[in-house]
């Protein structure tokens, strides 16, 4: 099965600085690369996606790149705020099947 | 807020004892699925139902876990007899073609 692989676990900044965090994943067929935000105490949340047929996707402060060779992509977070903390989970599905395996977190600490 | 519901929000027990969990999904969401996230983790996939009928349950603990999703709409989720390995936050999502992918605020288990 896909195995996700996410670095750093811990990651703490200063306020304005910017955040990067990167998973690797396993299987080829993987097409489909969801980022969520976990705040403590609430429910996974969909910050920004990206599939398999583009390199990079931007929202406003966070992008996501995709490397499909490499089988690498990672979350770039600019102009970080105190509000960014939180733990960001990558994770990756394949086509037809709604389910994703998720990496195992990135505790993300902005410090004001 | 509209969502995935989950019930209850905490539950303490101890160690032998039964628990159990609910979960209602987004109206018209025919895919279930039920995580376990344990403290410094990512969501990990116990079981998925397609309207009533089980998908995947292959990360199901069997001897001790069970779910059913009788009537394809809301499901339950139970453990017989707890361990301390258990303690976690139990995590429902729901999904559609169209809506994609929600997770509920999920119940945090503490077995004592």
């Known amino acids: 099965g896909e195995n996700v692989e996410q670095h750093p676990s811990t990651l703490s900044v200063q306020e304005g600085d910017s955040a990067v965090i990167k998973c690797t994943y396993s299987?080829?067929?993987?097409?489909?690369f969801p980022w969520y935000k976990q705040e403590l105490g609430k429910r996974p949340q969909l910050i920004i996606d990206i599939r398999s047929n583009v390199g990079e996707k931007k929202d406003q402060r966070i992008a996501v790149t995709l490397n499909k060779t490499a089988k690498h992509f990672s979350l770039h977070i600019t102009e970080t705020q105190p509000e960014d903390s939180a733990v960001y989970f990558c994770a990756a599905r394949k086509g037809g099947s709604y389910i994703p395996t998720f990496g195992r977190g990135t505790s993300l600490i902005v410090h004001p | 807020e509209a969502g995935v519901a989950q019930s209850p929000r905490y539950k303490i027990i101890e160690k032998r004892q039964s628990v159990a969990f609910w979960c209602n999904p987004i109206?018209?969401?025919?895919?279930l699925y039920w995580y376990q996230q344990i403290l410094g983790q990512g969501p990990k996939l116990l079981i998925q139902f397609q309207n009533n009928g089980v998908v995947d349950d292959s990360q199901l603990p069997k001897d001790r876990f069970s779910a059913e999703r009788l009537k394809g709409v809301d499901s339950t989720l139970k453990i017989q007899p707890a361990k301390l390995e258990d303690s976690a936050v139990y995590l429902c999502?729901?999904?559609?073609?169209?809506?994609?992918?929600?997770f509920g605020s999920g119940t945090r288990l503490t077995v004592v």
């Open positions: 999502a729901s999904s559609s073609r169209a809506d994609g992918y929600t």
């Open positions: 109206s018209g969401h025919a895919t």
């Open positions: 299987d080829s067929a993987s097409n489909y």
